[in-house]
Structures are given as C-alpha cells and as structure tokens.
C-alpha cells in the first residue's frame, strides 16, 4: 500500500474534476476587486449542485451542507503553492503525504454527517482543517484530531476563528474519550475496518461516517448508524480512494 495518495470519491456516471488529469477549469480566475477566489468559488458552487442533483440514495446530497461549503474559503486551507487550483473540484496535496479531500467528497461526508446547532461530533483526521471549518459552519461543536504534528498546528491556528472548534494532536482510531458520546463521527482516512473505540463514543441515535477497505483500491464510504436501542446498521454509499488511517496500535 502507498502511504500517501490522492482522496477522490468516485460517483457512480459523474466524472469528477480530479479524474480527468487534473485539468483545472478556473487556472485563471480574473483579478477582481476584493475576493479573486469569488467567481471560481462560485463555478465550483454550481458544479458541486449539479452533482448534488444527480446524486442517488444514499449519495444524494443535501442542500444545506453545500451552503455550508460556500461559507468556507478552502484556498485558506491549501499550501500557498496550491491556491490557484483551490476551487477545483478535485484533492490536494497539503504535505507530509496528505492531502485536502475533493470538495465533493466534503460535501457528501457533510451530508451524511447532518451537523446541526448544538450537537457533538467529532472529526478523526484534521488534515487541513477545511472539513473541520465546513461541519463548524452548521454551529455543532467540532472536536477534531490530527496524528501527524504539523499538520494538527497548522489546522489549530486556522481553526481558531471558530470558537466552536477543538483541536487536539493524537491517534483518533481511539476517539475522543472526555468529550464522547458524539451525535456523529466523521472518519477522513481509510480504516481496515470500524475501530471499536469509535463505535462505542458514537451516541445511540447517531451515524459515523468512515471510508472502508484494505487498500488505495478497494475502499467504500460507509454510512454506520446506531439506533435507540444501540443496534448497529451499516449501508454502502459510494467506492472511494482516501489515504490510510494509522496508529491503532
Ligand atoms: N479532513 C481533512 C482530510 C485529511 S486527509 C481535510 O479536510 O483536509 C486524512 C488525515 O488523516 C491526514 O492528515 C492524516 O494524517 C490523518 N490521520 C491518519 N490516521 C490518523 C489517526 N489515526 N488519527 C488522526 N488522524 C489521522
């Protein structure tokens, strides 16, 4: 298995920006007064609602969760190097051999998550910080946990505009204990399988979102629910390609 890797969700008939050499539809965004990120913001936008109208079942997208996307300026949350192509709907490289997911992938994970006011959940895979922004964006409050050092830093100052945002550096395969049970875990690194400890901080009531499978290749998006009385129910969503989640160990 690579360690490092390039996030994409493959939607079932929807060819994605990232897949198709990583042309970039918006290489010259025009220097308009004020935001020069607002026009491809706004072309992503559009693209990102087409696909959310296409998608089907459990991929379907809600609309609530692309306003959230569009109150967050993911070009705050790439590398310098990499702001141009900041609003292609595709992933990023952010360094240390991780990347920023495809904003598509964001969006479905969001909806899938249903962040609302005033609810718990935690994000297991800081990264950039950028899914944390977009979940904070809803008002529910975000616990989030980087494994590698400078990345989980870099997310904390970016983060630290949201009052309603934790950081913290760890193994997140061992969840967040102090502030557990969560109303919804969203997972941003392939696990081989659901980490038990997950499972157990997830309230009863409440869903993970979490990529399964072995390798680059074989992974799926899973939606895993737990109802009232504790039962578990796992459903696919779609075949993705995340990079690995370690420590567990
Ligand atoms: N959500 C991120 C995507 C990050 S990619 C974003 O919006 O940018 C997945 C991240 O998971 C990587 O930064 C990787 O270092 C982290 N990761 C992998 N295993 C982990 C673990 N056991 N605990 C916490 N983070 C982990």
């Not at 897949?19 to 918006?26: E, F, K, S, T, V």
């Not at 004020?34 to 706004?42: E, I, S």
Request: glycine fraction near 10%; include cysteine; proline fraction near 8%.
């Amino acid at each position: 298995m690579r360690s490092a890797g390039a996030i994409a969700g493959v939607a079932r008939g929807v060819v994605l920006g990232w897949a198709l050499g990583g042309a970039c539809a918006w290489a010259q965004p025009p220097a308009a007064a004020g935001d020069p990120y607002a026009q491809p913001r706004r072309a992503l936008l559009a693209e990102l609602r087409r696909q959310a109208r296409d998608g089907a079942g459990e991929a379907r997208i809600d609309p609530a969760a692309l306003e959230l996307l569009a109150r967050v300026p993911r070009h705050a949350y790439v590398p310098a190097a990499q702001r141009a192509h900041a609003y292609a709907n595709r992933p990023l490289a952010i360094g240390y051999g991780q990347t920023i997911s495809q904003p598509y992938i964001v969006a479905l994970m969001t909806s899938l998550a249903q962040p609302k006011p005033g609810q718990k959940i935690l994000e297991v895979g800081t990264g950039s910080g950028y899914q944390a922004a977009v979940l904070a964006e809803s008002g529910a409050r975000v616990y989030t946990i980087e494994i590698v050092a400078p990345l989980a830093a870099q997310a904390r100052q970016r983060l630290r505009r949201y009052r309603n945002v934790e950081t913290r550096m760890g193994d997140g395969y061992y969840g967040w204990q102090e502030a557990a049970p969560f109303d919804a875990i969203v997972v941003t690194a392939a696990a081989s399988s659901i980490p038990p400890p997950l499972l157990a901080q997830l309230k009863p009531g409440g869903r993970m979102v979490i990529p399964v499978g072995s390798s680059f290749h074989a992974q799926t998006l899973m939606r895993v629910s737990k109802d009232a009385a504790g039962r578990v129910r796992t459903r696919q969503v779609l075949p993705v390609r995340f990079v690995p989640l370690t420590g567990g160990r």
